[in-house]
């Protein structure tokens, strides 16, 4: 039987690893703070694997809003604010073999999919904007005509993007995105800045200001939910 001993070890060793390695849904990861607020936020950063959204020399908006999202669900989770995620790795949803728009379809699909199985009653995008017509930056709120609530939840955002000392000012607009037209609750695309303009560039690179960036969208639906 003492020759077993070491057999026994590998095979636990080995349930272990694959128990550990075993890649989890990330809408599906548990709420672990207690909520005060009855909302439930579905935090989509933009873009992810196959789609890297705009870049600029080694950057890329997949890696940012990444980055800008994982603090936004911690910003929220210390407002008790209870909040999952599209994603929180460098993924997509997109139909594998599929490319171009029918790629990038299926792929938002999904990401409201997620919003739609889990419950959720907003929806924040993040994206990163690049323009070559864009002479100063700022971030810019979108939101969808069709929901009054929409507006409401943009402007209370917006407002507290002002308050960055960093911000250029800019105003919430209405949009109509794939996403914004098709999600039936309170939802924004959150543009956070300009990567390709030198002072943007430099903040959205930071990760002092990516919290910053985040606790200002965190306040704002905060206000935003107090209000209802
Ligand atoms: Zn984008």
């Not at 993924?91 to 739609?116: E, I, P, V």
């Amino acid at each position: 039987m003492k020759r077993l001993a070491p057999y026994a070890l590998l095979f636990t060793l080995i349930f272990l690893l694959a128990f550990q390695n075993r890649s989890p849904d990330p809408a599906a990861e548990a709420i672990t703070v207690p909520a005060k607020h009855p909302a439930f936020v579905m935090i989509d950063p933009g873009h992810g694997g196959y789609d890297p959204g705009v870049r600029s020399a080694d950057l890329k908006e997949a890696d940012l809003t990444l980055a800008i999202g994982k603090e936004l669900k911690t910003a929220l989770a210390e407002l008790q604010i209870a909040a999952v995620m599209t994603r929180e790795t460098d993924t997509d949803y997109a139909t594998r073999g599929s490319s171009g728009k029918t790629a990038k379809r299926s792929d938002l699909n999904r990401r409201m999919d997620l919003a739609f199985e889990q419950g959720a009653t907003m929806f924040l995008s993040l994206h990163v904007n690049a323009s070559s017509q864009a002479t100063r930056g700022g971030a810019e709120v979108f939101y969808s005509e069709q929901l009054p609530e929409a507006k409401l939840l943009a402007e209370s955002v917006q407002s507290k993007l002002h308050q960055l000392p960093e911000m250029s000012r800019r105003d919430a607009k209405p949009a109509s995105y794939y996403l914004l037209e098709n999600l039936p609750i309170p939802s924004l695309i959150i543009e956070c800045g300009y990567l390709n303009i030198t002072g943007d560039r430099a903040h959205l690179t930071s990760p002092l200001y990516q919290k910053k960036l985040a606790q200002a969208i965190a306040l704002g639906v905060e206000e935003y939910l107090k209000s209802r």
